[in-house]
């Protein structure tokens, strides 16, 4: 069996057709629309997180293989299909900055921009004091980050690792869900004007959803639970 993305449009899965794109790999890639905000039950069948991304592959034993979890799925295709490609190792001279970048987007900087968005910006917190904390944590996030990029094109240096793969969807499709403005942050958002030349990420983009409007400027679009005009999720 050939590997495969199971895709769940507009979604951190978004991330694994780029990889894919990127090594310039074989691959069979599976879309899965909303139903209408969380995964349909096919996808919630796919794992037990019943999250995306999911990939499925050849266990090597006439079995299949089944894995979840981004960062998993990103380093399982580098290594295994990708020949290690985007993914420098020990004597790589990025090794420790890839290393850092590769683990920051989905253990610290995902999970703030998830909980300071939980409550969209100048509603009512209910005196709540820690969405004012990750408020003011996103914010020294998005200055970090803009910083690091003042200094290197690419997240872990001047070369394109699996790095950046693991952060743009959190600073665009992400924004469907958790609204905020980069128009404090030139460095960030010349990063996004070069990510989105990239012809693998155009390619995946269009495979992948070819109906959403990419998210690579300065404003946040309008909220996908505003477009779905419902409260049930
Ligand atoms: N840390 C996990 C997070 C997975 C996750 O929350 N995925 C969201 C997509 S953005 C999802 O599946 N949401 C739909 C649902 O839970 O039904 C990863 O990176 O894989």
Redesign the pocket.
Known sequence: MVLTVHH?Q????E?IPWLCEELGISYELKNYQ?AP???PPE??ALHW?????VITDDDGNGGVLTL??????VQYICEKHGGGKLFPTASHPLYADFLYWFHWT?GTF?PTIGRAGMVPDGKDDGGNPMVAFYKQKRQAMFQGLDDRLATCDWLAGNEFTAADVMLV?TLT??RY?SAFDLGAYPHILTYLQRVGAREGYQRAMKKADPDMKLVLGAEAPESFFKQIKGSA?
Not at 49 to 53: E, F, L, N, R, V
């Open positions: 769940l507009v979604s951190q899965s991330r909303r905000a969380l995964a996808y919630k997180t019943g999250s995306a991304p979840a979890e981004s960062g998993a799925c989905n995902t969807f499709t992400f869900f999720l």
